[in-house]
């Protein structure tokens, strides 16, 4: 799985409204490949992760919830061809996880990716 890199492949997908919703999240997808500089594209599905700051204060927060979609993105979206970004649209509670990396907050944001791709298949 390759991972979206340029602004403009950023800016294609963010044009695109989204296909699934859930509290915290959005998945927009593009059904053709996003080429990466203008040229074509290689085979092969593409991802993204786009976690604002104004939704994710910390660095190491920003970091684990990157590494939860690229994490479970690769396992599931695999499989459907095009390009995906999913994107953080509200931030999570500071006083449910006040650590900004904490087994609990990993374990919500997984079980919320888990129910956003559930939500639209192809």
Known sequence: MQ????RAQFQALLAERPV??????????????????????????????????????????RNAIRRQVHALGAARLAALPGAHLIRLRA????????????????????AELEQLLAQARP
């Open 3 to 6: 991972r979206l890199r340029t």
């Open 20 to 61: 699934a919703r859930t509290p915290h999240f959005a998945w927009h997808r593009l059904q053709e490949p996003v080429p990466a500089d203008g040229s074509t594209a290689s085979q092969g599905p593409w991802l993204g992760a786009l976690v604002p700051k104004r939704w994710a204060r910390r660095a190491v927060t």
């Open 91 to 110: 931030a999570f509670p500071v006083d449910a996880f006040p650590s900004a990396s904490s087994r609990a907050l990993k374990r919500a944001v997984r």
